[in-house]
């Protein structure tokens, strides 16, 4: 039987499906349920694993590679290097990434998508940290390259 897409649990003792949860606890990424058969009274553990969605990044040449938290944190914490960026801000920035896969159906999100987001967070924390993540994720080529993204945020800050 299916309530609410998960199958019923059974008591490993009796085999029952009724019981009550007597305590719960989150642990790490799991949550942690004391429970108790109605029908026998013993009690055991059980564990919840939250299980999120796939979400996939469309690389610039049309690979596709599964998205990674770290990966683009040590992108950001690259171009925030001995700048007075708090890692409260970087989290907050990887937060916002994910906040926009969340509204995508289909849990894909182009990498140009990806650094617009953050390209747009640096701008407003600090301009020398957006300058080096928009060399990366712009992919410079010169320096008028530098140059346009330069004159690109002073005219934004007017």
């Not at 029908?39 to 796939?54: A, D, I, K, N, S």
């Not at 916002?96 to 924390?125: P, W």
């Amino acid at each position: 039987m299916l309530r609410n897409g998960v199958t019923d649990m059974k008591c490993p003792y009796c085999g029952k499906t009724e019981f009550k949860v007597i305590d719960s606890r989150s642990k790490e990424e799991k949550i942690r349920r004391r429970r108790e058969c109605l029908h026998c009274g013993r009690r055991f553990t059980t564990y919840e694993v939250v299980e999120e969605p796939l979400r996939l990044v469309v690389k610039r040449d049309g690979s596709i590679e599964t998205y990674d938290r770290n990966k683009l944190l040590s992108g950001i914490y690259q171009a925030i290097k001995k700048r007075p960026v708090t890692v409260a801000q970087v989290n907050s920035i990887a937060d916002e990434v994910e906040d926009k896969y969340t509204g995508i159906i289909n849990s894909q999100m182009t990498s140009d998508r990806i650094g617009a987001i953050v390209l747009a967070c640096l701008r407003d924390i600090d301009a020398i940290s957006y300058i080096r993540f928009a060399s990366v994720y712009q992919d410079f080529h010169d320096v008028a390259g530098f140059i346009a993204a330069i004159s690109a945020l002073d005219s934004d800050k007017k």
